[in-house]
């Protein structure tokens, strides 16, 4: 396996700010004439942590899962505890890495989903509906075509900035705490017929990011007739990773719920009803 830490602001020549991070971590498939394998899709990963801090659950154990499942797979190391655009722009360069570095990553170019948690699904559902931000244009002339995913998987995501449906700490780091980004940022009024398809999942007693953030999500996508898929699971909570042993504190702890393990397998065959297939 290939795994490498690229430094996004060194690749760009983009001078990086203080304390930032703006890191990509690689977990692809070496080539090998046995395999005979050309093109995989990619999955670029955006962890939450209530742009406070990154959470390592939802970080390393998910992109093997999605390797294993056929995808050459990344890791955001975006930077925390810092408002728009900083954070936006580092998912932003990654999908142009990404896509850039295709050939090298054996990565089909036209078949990159990004996969977000919680506030770090807040991050994925900005690529999928301000990939041509006025803050893309000036940083990333010329490459806004590279920025859009083809699908993102919004999990557990928040969604809007209306504080009677999530806890503020997200949007108040975020936003910087300027009113007016709270609605620039708040995705379910962002939402247009050329956002990205999504594959939304929540849980209904969430009681961190209420499952209204993913309703409204939803319905924002059926208003402009994107397509989209959307599963709420009864129970679990919130943060729930993949839902496993591996990314909880064992069987008694309610993030491990074998019904919400489901969602991994649910997203991998939307997407792969979207074309996203290992091609020799």
Not at 57 to 74: N, T
Not at 104 to 109: A, E, L, P, Q, T
Not at 128 to 148: G, H, I, R, S, Y
Not at 209 to 223: K, T
């Amino acid at each position: 396996m290939l795994q490498e830490r690229v430094d996004l602001y060194r690749y760009f020549s983009v001078k990086r700010g203080k304390n930032s991070s703006g890191y990509l971590n690689t977990y692809v498939p070496d080539g090998t004439p046995e395999l005979n394998v050309k093109k995989r899709p990619a999955m670029l990963i955006c962890t939450g942590g209530g742009y406070g801090f990154l959470s390592d659950r939802e970080k390393e154990p998910v992109a093997i899962r999605f390797l294993s499942k056929g995808y050459s797979s990344f890791t955001l190391e975006y930077t925390v505890k810092t408002a728009y655009p900083v954070p936006f722009l580092e998912a932003c360069m990654a999908m142009i890495y990404i896509r850039e570095n295709a050939e090298k990553y054996f990565v089909d170019r036209n078949h990159v989903c990004a996969v977000g948690f919680s506030a770090g699904g807040h991050l994925a559902g900005m690529l999928a509906t301000m990939f041509d931000d006025d803050a893309v244009k000036k940083a990333l002339p010329n490459k806004l075509e590279l920025v859009k995913p083809d699908a993102v998987i919004l999990s557990y995501a928040a969604i809007t900035s209306d504080k009677r449906y999530i806890d503020s700490e997200p949007f108040d780091v975020i936003t910087g705490g300027k009113s007016a980004l709270y609605k620039k940022l708040s995705l379910e009024k962002r939402v247009t017929g050329e956002s990205s398809p999504a594959f939304i999942w929540h849980t209904a007693d969430d009681d961190s990011v209420l499952l209204y953030n993913a309703l409204i999500m939803a319905a924002a996508y059926c208003e402009q007739g994107v397509p989209f898929e959307l599963h709420v699971f009864e129970k679990g909570g919130h943060g729930l990773s993949l839902a496993d042993i591996e990314t909880s504190l064992g069987e008694e702890d309610s993030r491990c719920d074998k019904n919400v393990q489901a969602w991994v397998n649910l997203a991998d065959n939307w997407l792969k009803s979207r074309g996203f297939a290992v091609r020799g």
